[in-house]
Structure formats: C-alpha cells, structure tokens
C-alpha cells in the first residue's frame, strides 16, 4: 500500500509542476503588462498636457473673438482689430503644432499600450486571460474616439484660420454661417472626448481586475 500511494504521489508531481510553471509564466505575463501599460500611461501623460495646452489656446482665441466684437470694423480701429487678428493667426498656428504633438504622443501611448497582446495571448489562466483581453477591445475603442477627435479638430481649425483671415471681408450671413459651423465641430468634439473619458474610467476598472485576478494588487 505504502508503494502504491508513493507511486501515486510522483504520478501527481508532474501535473503539480506545470500547475505551479503556469501560474509563473501568467506572473511573468502579469509583470510584463504592468510595465507596459505603465510605460503607456507616461506617454498618454504627454498627450493630457497636450490637450491642456490646446484648451489654453482655444480661449486666447475665443478672448480675441470677445474682443472683436466689440469693435466696429472701421478705420479707426483697423490697426487694432489687424493686430488683433494677427494674434488669432498665431494662436491658431500653436494649436496646429500642439494638435500635432498630441496625435503623436496618443499613438505611442496606443502602441505601447497593445504591445500586451503577445503577452496576453501567452497567458494560461482562462480567467486571466479574458479579463486582460477586454483591455485590448477598450485600447481599441478610445482609439477610435481619438481619431474622430482629431480628424474634428483639424477641420475645426482649417475653418478657424479662414475665419479670422477673412474676417474683414465675410458679410454678416457669412460671419454668421463660420461661426456656426465652428460650434458644430466643437459640440461634436466634446461629445466624443466624453465618450473617450468614459472609456478610460471603464478601462481603469478593468485594468484593476485583471491585475487582481493575476495577484499583482
């Protein structure tokens, strides 16, 4: 009998260590992961500033257009509604640069973030692997948003540097037609930046359940 169940015990032992080789290897996964959505999170850091500093030029323009309208388009006041109108060129010029930083800095972010694919698809807890994999379809999602988002902001700004460059000459239909269109792209742009925060708040709960599930928190 004594043989019989030490037999049976090293019969067990193979099934115990790739028991415990599986739970190592999803622990590697795990750490993996960590670090790379971590690195991700650091870029996407860059592109908040980015949009933050976007916002900042948004309402140096939207002061300019305050103060425009308090103006009448005369010769008196042409040098200053010139200058004025300048100032709004230059505005409209930084938030094309810093549009541009903030797809740069959103894509690596994006890139970094989808790279735990491969290490997703290594790991062997049916569990942890379909809770991590819902990360994916999320990173998915908010990319999408963004790049309606951007594409929005680009045509927002295409119309913004017409508005002020013929300002002077538009006619108050026309003035009145720009101005419009311009709020449409920025009602549809805070439309879809909610969407984008709900996605985050969805994919931070996720995140957290799969690192506890995988024993990291």
């Known amino acids: 009998m004594r043989v019989k169940r030490f037999i049976v015990f090293g019969m067990m032992l193979p099934g115990l260590l790739l028991l415990l080789a599986g739970c190592h290897s999803d622990k590697k996964q795990a750490d993996s992961i960590y670090e790379k959505l971590k690195k991700s999170a650091s870029y996407e ?9 976007l916002d900042q030029y948004k309402e140096k323009v939207a002061s300019i257009y305050a103060d425009l309208n308090q103006l009448e388009l005369n010769d008196e006041n042409r040098p200053e509604v010139k200058q004025k109108l300048k100032t709004a060129d230059s505005y409209t010029e930084k938030q094309w640069k810093e549009l541009r930083k903030s797809k740069k800095n959103f894509q690596k972010a994006y890139e970094q973030s989808t790279s735990i694919k491969e290490n997703v698809e290594k790991i062997k807890d049916g569990g942890q692997r379909k809770q991590a994999q819902k990360l994916l379809t999320i990173m998915d999602e908010r990319k999408k948003y963004m790049n309606t988002f951007f594409g929005d902001y680009k045509k927002q700004l295409a119309l913004q540097g017409k508005f002020y460059k013929n300002l002077e000459k538009f006619s ?6 720009q101005i419009k269109k311009i709020n449409e792209y920025n009602g549809e742009m805070e ?18 359940k799969y690192f506890k599930k995988a024993g990291l928190y």
Do not use: G, M, S
């Open 45 to 53: 850091k860059d592109f908040v500033a980015n949009q933050e500093k």
């Open 172 to 177: 108050p239909d026309e003035l009145d037609n």
């Open 191 to 208: 439309q879809t930046i909610r969407q984008f925060n709900q996605d985050t708040k969805r994919y931070n709960r996720e995140k957290d």
